[in-house]
Nanobody
Framework: QVQLVESGGGLVQAGGSLRLSCAAS????????MGWFRQAPGKEREFVAS????????SYADSVKGRFTISRDNAKGTLYLQMNSLKPEDTAVYYC???????????????WGKGTLVTVSS
């Protein structure tokens, strides 16, 4: 059984920080790529960041580069997203995803969590 469970969302003021976590179990824990997407109200789901299973290769959307940091602990099967200098436009439901293709399109990802809401107030 594949499970991805996100946590760490909440309400934060602009300029603040949050750290999201995603616990992966089952086959999801060994997937080659792990990543974060987000979906704001009325908008399409968009890529945020991804990381490969081995090594330190990461990829970020331009909108979060320099503010967000993705990391993973393979021993724990957990993915993280450290979000600093948050802006109101970062408000969205954040989804954890795993897959064997990855990339910035949701089509490259095989399993998804249910999401965690991040709200940034101005």
């Amino acid at each position: 059984q594949v499970q991805l469970v996100e946590s760490g969302g909440g309400l934060v003021q602009a300029g603040g920080s949050l750290r999201l976590s995603c616990a992966a179990s089952g086959r999801a824990a060994s997937s080659y790529f792990m990543g974060w997407f987000r979906q704001a109200p009325g908008k399409e789901r968009e890529f945020v960041a991804s990381i490969i299973r081995r090594g330190a290769s990461t990829s970020y959307a331009d909108s979060v580069k320099g503010r967000f940091t993705i990391s993973r602990d393979n021993a724990k099967g957990t993915l993280y997203l450290q979000m600093n200098s948050l802006k109101p436009e970062d408000t969205a439901v954040y989804y954890c995803a795993v897959g064997w293709v990855g990339g910035t399109s949701s089509r490259g990802w095989d399993y998804w969590g249910k999401g965690t809401l991040v709200t940034v107030s101005s």
